[in-house]
């Protein structure tokens, strides 16, 4: 079973797209600086020095781990988790703005399941 | 013949100082290092029986060293960095001339990365998030990550070790480093012991286990003292003790400053208790032998004894008897000094920062005081104990160690001929 799966969730917190989250996404210029905040204050450098285009390993020399760590902070500011088969996309600093701003975003109504859809859960 | 082991560099962190200078200084001045445990929040203190501990304040790894991998590992491998760091310096081994492979490190510790592991599993527990435990967690609880990230931070190559028997951890590192020269694996042996564990679970489980002095909550500096009557268990302490080992051609060959020749190492199993030395002795005296044979002296040439003594009413006894035993009228010439009354008990580092006190009575004829020997116990008596400085010149020197799992360790060292 994959750890990082959003199923693992905690009964303490509710899963990130059923906490209201919607109601006050932020903006997309304020998920950005969030970002590069957090990947600035990692890397010890000027935010300034951090643009959209820089890529996580190449440019700015984050190794596996160090990405891991990033996305660990990442799903901690935005309430996230983050499964295993999406880390591959995320090359640039621009990838995970806009992979935060994908995941933050309110679902497409149509596609939104209806309480009487659900599948039922067990009694116990 | 065997090859000739010698150490060419210390480093410390300890209670009382960090950097082997202000630490014999305040050794020799017999400062204490132990003091009152402000806070294991939101634990409240009254639930320890024992509340006093040998702690290092306001440590930051970045104050010492540039090495921001050094920020993944736990407490104790960071403190295991900044002492070998300066060990590596004063041997003035210069790692570029160096051949890589032909370095190995060697540490001991006792508990590894509590601090990290007691937090994630606090927060785990209490937050019941398997997502939010942190993806460092495994890297930075693993015993060996003080060794890895000593290789990685100095470019050592060769063996990279980590030898686990609680509190004799680092002296078995010692006798390891010295095996792993003369057997011809390497030439030099970055050696260290480390640990760092005043964490709330470790604090209260030796608190359960009663192994902690408990009557000396109000006046800390006064709870850890070796071989005194009024001892009544030991002092938690937290450190890092470094030395660097290397053949004596290699030291030769780059003019090195030789401090002391690492003479010789035994190691046994009293196959007894995990936790209870046997009382009559004879276990600690067998491995105190094996040393001084493996080292080609007899109890005669001896001159001082760093001895374990923790302050536990058993531990002292025991120790002395064995001592007894194997020097018979020879222990009313000896020196004898217990260096864990100034810094209390650092597990896993106890015998690397007691070869690097006895290190330092070879190269000074100083030995540091027994802190708090103020009334001598009858059960636990020899006439080198002191409570003062002494002065004396030292050309042969024992440190003992022994550890849960029933394991002893001794370590002879010897002043290097002119």
């Keep these: ?124 | 013949m065997k090859t000739r082991v010698v150490i060419t560099g210390l480093g410390i962190v300890s209670p009382i100082g960090i950097g082997v200078k202000d630490f014999w200084k305040a050794a020799m001045e017999g400062r204490s290092g132990v003091t009152a445990v402000k806070s294991f929040d939101p634990f409240p203190l009254e639930g320890y029986r024992s509340r006093v501990a040998a702690q290092i304040e306001n440590f930051d790894l970045s104050q010492h060293l540039d090495f921001p991998q050094g920020a993944r590992v736990d407490r104790f491998a960071q403190f295991a960095l900044v002492a070998a760091k300066e060990a590596l310096a004063d041997s003035g081994l210069r790692m570029d001339r160096e051949e890589a492979h032909r370095i190995g490190v060697i540490v001991g510790a006792g508990m590894g990365g509590m601090v990290m592991g007691e937090r994630e599993v606090t927060q785990l527990y209490q937050q019941l998030r398997p997502h939010r435990v942190h993806p460092n967690l495994i890297p930075a609880i693993t015993l060996n990550s003080a060794s890895g990230i000593l290789a990685m931070a100095y470019g050592a190559k060769g063996p990279n070790l980590t030898i686990s028997t609680a509190c004799s951890s680092s002296a078995h590192a010692l006798g390891q480093a010295l095996n792993c020269i003369r057997s011809g694996q390497a030439d030099t042996v970055i050696t260290a012991g480390a640990d760092a564990s005043i964490t709330p679970l470790v604090f209260a489980g030796f608190c359960s286990l009663r192994a902690l002095s408990t009557k000396f909550n109000e006046t800390p500096t006064k709870a850890s003292r070796p071989f005194d009557r009024l001892r009544d268990g030991f002092v938690l302490g937290e450190g890092a003790g470094a030395l660097i080992l290397e053949s004596l051609s290699h030291a030769k060959k780059r003019k090195a400053r030789v401090y002391a020749e690492v003479a010789g190492y035994a190691a046994t199993s009293e196959a007894y208790h995990m936790v209870i030395p046997r009382e009559d002795g004879v276990e600690i005296a067998e491995t105190i032998r094996l040393a001084l044979k493996d080292a080609g002296v007899t109890p005669a040439q001896v001159d001082y004894i760093n001895a374990h003594a923790t302050s536990t009413p058993v531990g002292d006894n025991v120790e002395i008897k064995g001592i007894r035993q194997v020097f018979k009228s020879r222990v009313e010439k000896l020196a004898i000094s217990a260096t864990k009354s100034l810094i209390g008990h650092t597990l896993g580092a106890a015998g690397a920062i007691g070869g690097i006190a006895t290190v330092l009575s070879i190269e000074t004829g100083q030995i540091h005081p027994t802190i708090n020997y103020d009334e001598p116990d009858p059960e636990c008596n020899a006439p080198g104990i002191s409570r003062s400085a002494q002065e004396r010149p030292v050309k042969i020197a024992l440190i003992n160690s022994f550890g849960f799992g029933s394991n002893n360790a001794a370590v002879v060292f010897r002043k290097p001929s002119p």
């Design chain 1, 1 to 124: 079973m994959n750890p990082l799966a959003p199923t693992a969730a905690g009964p303490s917190r509710p899963a990130a797209g059923t906490s209201g989250k919607e109601n006050q996404m932020p903006a997309e210029s304020h998920i950005a600086d969030q970002i590069i905040t957090a990947l600035a204050e990692y890397l010890k450098r000027d935010k300034k020095s951090i643009t959209l285009d820089n890529r996580l390993r190449d440019d700015l020399g984050l190794d596996s781990i160090a990405t891991i760590e990033l996305l660990f902070k990442l799903e901690e500011v935005f309430d996230l988790q983050i499964p295993d088969e999406d880390l591959k996309g995320l090359v640039t600093v621009g990838h995970v703005v806009k992979y935060v701003q994908k995941r933050l975003a309110p679902p497409p109504s149509k596609k939104s399941p209806q309480p009487a859809a659900r599948a039922k859960r067990p009694k116990k």
